[in-house]
């Protein structure tokens, strides 16, 4: 009988060892290790071309026209991370000279590459990576004045507004700049607020464009009458006792961007 006991032990000792030695084996091909994926990234400093002020996609950037140009070239936009790509020069076209109290509609932004027309707009980017915010202004240099020699030189009592704004990105997930709701221009030269980016919003590229596109009937220098896309909302009231001369008059727009963010 003791010998059949210390048996049984036995045996059950050399199972219980190869048990615990299949367990070591399992644990030793289960191991797990971490890595990582890593990316960094600099702020931008190169250029950001003009998009389509209302449906941006960087990867499709658009040739605007600059009717104050010859050539029709714009302006280059400024350089680093925070910058203004473009801004449209407000054309209030060819107009009969009256008497009266008037009112001219900006013609619409027009491009060299066959895109259609669109509102006219302002465009910035901000790469810096900071998230910090920005704010962006506009100025009217001058009255408008006659480009030529002329009697009478200056628009007095002229004015600029801009209205309707609408701002446009391609970002995903990012808090928009707030526009202002209306930009009446002084051309005593002050700084008229366009749009702002509190701290934690704006960051990418933005444009903000004024109304959208009608089609209105317009006299060319020929008298002829044809029809002309124009932005209603934005606008050139000239007072009807405001002498005018047969001569084109013009102003400078200062668009002004800051890294202050909007309050």
Do not use: C
Not at 207 to 230: C, F, R
Not at 251 to 258: G, P, Y
């Amino acid at each position: 009988m003791k010998t059949t006991k210390t048996f049984s032990v036995l045996a059950l000792s050399v199972l219980a060892l190869t048990s615990l030695g299949s367990q070591v084996f399992a644990d030793d091909t289960g191991a797990t290790y971490d890595s990582k994926g890593m990316v960094q990234f600099i702020p931008s400093t190169d250029p950001t071309d003009p998009v389509d002020p209302t449906n941006p996609d960087p990867s499709n950037p658009v040739k605007p026209i600059d009717p104050s140009d010859p050539n029709g070239e714009p302006e280059p936009g400024t350089k680093g991370p925070l910058s203004i790509d473009y801004a449209s020069t407000l054309d209030f076209g060819l107009n009969e000279i009256s008497n009266h109290d008037e009112t001219y509609f900006a013609r619409a932004q027009h491009y060299s590459d066959g895109t259609k027309d669109t509102p006219n707009f302002v465009q910035i980017s901000d790469n810096r990576g900071t998230n910090s915010g920005w704010t962006l202004t506009v100025a009217e240099k001058g009255q408008l004045t006659a480009t030529t020699d002329t009697l009478n030189k200056v628009l007095t009592g002229s004015e600029i507004k801009l209205t309707l704004p609408t701002v446009n990105s391609n970002a995903v997930g990012v808090t928009a700049p707030d526009p202002a709701a209306t930009i009446t221009l002084n051309p005593d030269g002050s700084q008229a607020l366009v749009m702002a980016a509190k701290s934690g919003a704006g960051a990418g590229t933005w444009s903000d464009h004024w109304g959208s596109i009608e089609s209105v009937p317009t006299t060319d220098a020929d008298g002829n009458t044809k029809n002309e896309n124009v932005t209603k909302a934005v606008t050139l009231t000239v007072p009807g006792s405001t002498p005018k001369d047969a001569v084109k008059y013009q102003t400078t727009l200062n668009w002004v961007l800051t890294d202050t963010p909007a309050n």
